[in-house]
């Protein structure tokens, strides 16, 4: 892939794209139970384990399903209702612990982005003027509520899964056509996702379809397939973020605890600082090694200075610090000037020019 052809984009104070640290978004989405004091221990949890950016969801209850699925009995998590609609409106924050939330973000030099999941929350968040929107894989196909934001012309980062590339097409050039920035996640949505099933090798495929930057939405239980997603050149990293796993709610078992999450971050950069520039040469960490052990111009023989030396007068040993063998032809055939001993390196300044 020719990185130089694809463009990175602004998010915040944050250059994202190839050749730019990993930017890291903690996924807080629905992990603050509704609580706004679990929400900000959260963005404190995002802030120490070194991520860049902290997201959250919004939803309007009313327009995420039909009547009869909304009044559904639903007794997965009874300290929240005892219907779906009731557990959905538990977890929504209105505007008043929105503003308090983002202004805790700034305070802690976080970037604040949010996922809308339906036209009436676009126009709830653009009261914020937020840096960025974040679309979940099953809005894809929901072509009217991306117009709407390919409006707004802010960066987009939209996950990729659960849809075909014929579909994924024509989410990409709706935005592509408003000149909206864009960053697609490879995401599988499975919850967690087994490894066989990760599929990582979309990562390249996504950047060399679309030549936008590309990163990795994860549900994975641990964090191996993330730091196999930034080796093969994913530019942002979201993963879902928890207190503890064993938290009543929708996404808590597949979340990353807070120490596991300082551990990730950690090792993303890690992996960054092992990719390297893809250039070849010798560093100056080999240069030591080569001096050592690559070999040089030795005399077999003494050799009296008015002597033409001669191919047999030669060998090649360690150290590496001499006349490379590339470099026989400028001393054999050539007279000596000096006298050389048996067994030492030959230099050029011992033979004549």
Known sequence: MNKETITSIQIGDRTVGPGSPCFVIGEIGLNHNGDIGIAKRLIDVAKQCGCDAVKLQKRTVSELAIEPVLNAKDDRFPSFGKTYRQIREHLEFDVIEFKELIEYSRQKDLIFICTPFDIPAIEFLEQFDLPAYKIASHSVTNL?????????????????GMCEFMELDAAVELFKRSSTPLILLHCVSSYPTPPTEQNLLLIDALRRRYRVPVGYSGHEIGFLPTLIAIALG???VERHITLDSKMEGFDHKLSIEPDALADMVTKIHLVESMLGTGSKGVS???QITRNKYHVSMVSIRNIKAGEIITRNMVTFKNPGTGLPPSRLSDVVGK?????ISVDTLITLDQVET
């Open 144 to 160: 009217p509520m991306l117009e709407r934001l390919s409006e707004l012309k802010k960066p987009v980062i939209m996950s990729t």
């Open 335 to 339: 007279r000596a000037v000096v006298d």
């Open 234 to 236: 994913a530019s942002v």
């Open 284 to 286: 100056a960490i080999e």
